[in-house]
Structures are given as structure tokens and as C-alpha cells.
């Protein structure tokens, strides 16, 4: 399983962002997750979701502004990100597990995407 994320780029704070998890293999069964991370700091949760899309979580710094989605058939997953702070700045990598439901912590993730530049201007 190979996964590319994509998506990212400059957005002025306030406007929307949206990205993109695009898998090679199929993940119709497999919880994802998205992760950021900036230089010096350690990778962080965003939002994760099972494999059905009937459970997300997210961090408590993007609740209430993201959303989490996948469309299986495409083998796609999802970030809307509205109101982007420049706090959200970052490294966003997406990841899928084996088994298990989503999860908050990156060490129970297996697969994951080359990581996209997000970078929000004031």
C-alpha cells in the first residue's frame, strides 16, 4: 500500500483547505488518519476515521473547523480544513493501519504518504 497526500500549499488564514489521501492499494478496510507536523516537533494527530467512515476523532485544535471523509471506491481520503490559523502550518501526512480502529497515536499507523506543505499566511 503506497499513499500520497496532496492538496497542500500557501492559503491565507480564513479560507478553506481541502486535501487529499489518494492510496495505490485498496483501504476499504483499513481506519486512516491525518497528521501534521512542523520543524523541531513531533507529529501530531489531526483526524482520523474508520474504515466505514462512521467514527472520527479529531485533535481539540481542529475540532469544530475539519472534516474528516473518505470515499472507498476511489480509495481516497479526505481533510476539509476551514478557518485555517496559522497555527496549522505544517507537514500533513496521511496514514492507515492494518487493523484496528482510528487511532490518535502514530505509532499504531503502518502505512504512510509522503507528506504535504501546508502553509497558512496571516
Known amino acids: 500500500v503506497q499513499l500520497q497526500a496532496s492538496g497542500g500549499g500557501l492559503v491565507q488564514a480564513g479560507d478553506s483547505l481541502r486535501l487529499s489521501c489518494a492510496a495505490s492499494?485498496?483501504?476499504?478496510?483499513?481506519?486512516m488518519g491525518w497528521f501534521r507536523q512542523v520543524p523541531g516537533k513531533e507529529r501530531e494527530f489531526v483526524a482520523s476515521?474508520?474504515?466505514?467512515?462512521?467514527?472520527?476523532s479529531y485533535a481539540d485544535t481542529v475540532k469544530g473547523r475539519s472534516t474528516i471523509s473518505r470515499d472507498n471506491a476511489a480509495n481516497t481520503m479526505y481533510l476539509q480544513l476551514n478557518q485555517p490559523k496559522p497555527e496549522d502550518s505544517g507537514v500533513y501526512y496521511c496514514a492507515a493501519r492494518r487493523t484496528g480502529n482510528g487511532s490518535t497515536y502514530r505509532s499504531h499507523y503502518d502505512y504512510w504518504g509522503r507528506g504535504t506543505l501546508v502553509t497558512v499566511s496571516s
Open positions: 476515521i474508520s474504515w466505514n467512515g462512521g467514527s472520527k
Open positions: 492499494g485498496t483501504l476499504w478496510r483499513n481506519a
